[in-house]
């Protein structure tokens, strides 16, 4: 449950779909799990939405009238929201997936599927805790800074495109320097998966990071390979 039962407040989540259908299904579900719901029917809705109130979660339709799920997604990342965001579409395509998440999504999950399954992703995406470093002001390695509290990277002085997702893992990462994490470690720590995706989920991430922070991500010198372990930042 959501902490409702226990005096907290409900978490919330907006529910951006345009099937009316399946808006009353998954309101009255995610309802019945304590959650608070609230929904728009277009992309200008939930923008709008997302910008005058706060939420715990973001679900987001793929195919919207007046903006799409893509262009919601950028906006938000954009502006600096890093709600975590998961996305919906009856699309199968690995490309698709691809683009959601450079974008910033943190998760994808393709219709028709299991309302247990979307119930446990929601469950681990807000069961995720920030990382400690989010609390602490700013860390510099090489040419890189990274601002926790306004969520920025830059290097050279020069602000780095980093989704949310990439954010926080380079938090988890500085936060645990020196240490050798797994790959199921990370997981379950920065996306709040209990090995529900491949692992390889990880190394495109760190792969996409170490394309933004790297002189050289050929031959990287931050964030380093342990072979048949995991990865270790030394920045």
């Known amino acids: 449950m959501t902490g409702a039962a226990d005096g907290t407040s409900p978490r919330r989540i ?4 345009d099937e009316p259908g399946l808006v009353l299904t998954l309101r009255d579900r995610l309802t019945s799990e304590g959650y608070a719901v609230e929904s728009a029917g277009d992309g200008e809705q939930a923008l709008v939405c997302a910008r005058q109130q706060r939420f715990d ?8 009238p007046r903006r799409n799920g893509f262009e919601v997604c950028r906006a938000l990342r954009e502006a600096g929201d890093l ?3 998961i996305m919906l579409t009856a699309r199968g395509h690995v490309a698709d997936k691809v683009s959601g998440l450079k974008l910033g999504a943190d998760d994808y999950v393709t219709k028709p599927f ?7 992703r929601v469950e681990a995406h807000l069961r995720r805790v920030p990382s400690p470093a989010a609390g602490k002001g700013a860390y510099r390695f090489g040419s890189v800074d ?8 830059r ?19 500085i936060e645990h320097r020196g240490e050798t994490l797994s790959r199921e470690k990370l997981l379950n720590e920065v996306w709040g998966y209990e090995a529900m995706p491949s692992t390889r989920t ?5 792969a996409w990071l170490r394309q933004k922070i790297e002189p050289n991500p050929r031959h990287p010198q931050f964030l380093l390979t342990v072979h048949g372990l995991g990865y270790k930042f030394v920045g």
């Open 14 to 17: 907006l529910l951006v779909e």
């Open 57 to 64: 979660l973001i679900i987001l339709d793929v195919m919207l």
């Open 83 to 85: 709600t975590p965001i």
């Open 114 to 120: 299991e309302m247990v399954e979307l119930v446990a």
């Open 146 to 153: 990274v601002d926790f509290r306004s969520a920025e990277v």
């Open 155 to 173: 290097r050279d002085g020069s602000p780095l495109e980093v989704s949310a997702r990439e954010f926080q893992l380079l938090c988890y990462l």
């Open 202 to 206: 990880v190394d495109v991430h760190v």
